[in-house]
């Protein structure tokens, strides 16, 4: 992934132009594989209506994409950076409608092995959706910086506005936020997707707050977040004290169906829950370089996660 942050930063025109021939042929098997992967789930499943908008938008963009020339100049280099702007805005909510589809469908289909299949099946879905965000993002960064993907960035900084967000959510849901202590070396910089890192630590955050602002341990308020920097690896851990959960209840925490639980409660628990997929899509987000992310519960005491963010080097995609 290094190697990619320093090619894309070529302002070379046959290196540019070389990078257009090899993303358009990426994005068209990527999108097609997509598309394929849809049609072979249940047809209960990939008739429903959620379903088949986001199966027509993954064609729509295949097409979109295809009709375009084989690029041999730089317009046609930045006609492909345009056409896949265009399709990463058209894309933005198929998180959601995957989640509404899953969500009807789950309800009527409630014996385990299906919950398995279709935990199996959206983790490769979504592993392949970021995957085909990412490559999009980068090379439209040779015509828009501000939108690159891989950048250098301040993990620290990143998480204080995670913080900032998170706290901004929780006072409006609860009336409280829990005060936060953050230890970090203020020197430490990465090449990574800034927006991976946000995502997963603002679910994270986000999950902790709630936790200790519904917890009986009124006096004991505070979360700690650890930053490290290992020789592989950057290291986040979140401690809090919000009274934990059994052990058994891992698996279903990272059980995409779980989410039709969410359902149930009001608007404040939805704004503060979103529709469940942040821990399952967290996770995967940390595994796409290879890195990690685990919960340790404490019942009755509190919970740590941990987030092992690899340092890319020359690391691959993990799908």
């Known amino acids: 992934m290094d190697l990619m942050y320093q090619y894309t930063k070529s302002k070379r025109n046959v290196d540019i132009i070389n990078q257009a021939k090899f993303i358009k042929n990426e994005i068209l098997i990527r999108l097609s594989r997509m598309s394929v992967k849809l049609n072979e789930l249940p047809f209960g499943l990939s008739n429903n209506q959620h379903i088949k908008k986001v ?18 100049t730089m317009n046609h280099s930045e006609c492909l950076s345009d056409t896949l702007s265009d399709i990463k805005k058209k894309h933005r909510d198929v998180q959601m409608s995957m989640g509404k589809g899953i969500q009807q469908w789950a309800s009527l289909q409630p014996d385990q092995q299906t919950n398995n299949n279709i935990n199996y099946f959206l983790n490769k879905f979504y592993m392949s959706r970021i995957g085909i965000r990412t490559i999009m993002g980068q090379y439209i960064g040779n015509f828009n910086e501000d939108q690159e993907i891989v950048q ?9 506005y995670s913080v900032q967000s998170s706290a901004e959510i929780c006072e409006r849901v609860y009336g409280n936020t829990p005060h936060v202590n953050i ?27 709630e936790a ?18 290992g020789d592989s690896d950057l290291i986040i851990t979140i401690k809090d004290l919000g009274g934990g959960f059994p ?3 891992l698996n279903k925490l990272f059980n995409y169906s779980y989410t039709k639980e969410i359902t149930k409660h009001n608007e404040n628990t939805i704004l503060m829950s979103g529709l469940g997929y942040g821990l399952p899509l967290s996770r995967l987000y940390s595994r796409y370089f290879h890195g990690d992310l685990l919960l340790i519960p404490y019942e009755g005491i509190g919970t740590d996660a941990i987030v092992y963010i690899p340092k890319l080097g020359n690391s691959t995609e993990c799908i």
């Not at 199966?55 to 041999?72: A, G, I, K």
């Open 152 to 160: 250098k960035c301040n993990p620290k900084d990143i998480i204080e």
């Open 183 to 209: 230890y970090c070396k203020d020197d430490i910089e990465l090449n990574y997707i800034p927006s991976h890192i946000y995502y997963i630590s603002f679910e994270l955050i986000k999950n902790a707050m």
């Open 212 to 229: 200790i602002v519904t917890h009986q341990y009124v006096d004991l308020d505070k979360m700690n977040i650890f930053i490290a920097e």
């Open 55 to 72: 199966n027509h938008l993954y064609n729509q963009s295949f097409q979109s994409v295809y009709s375009l020339p084989n690029p041999t």
């Open 247 to 249: 052990r058994s209840d």
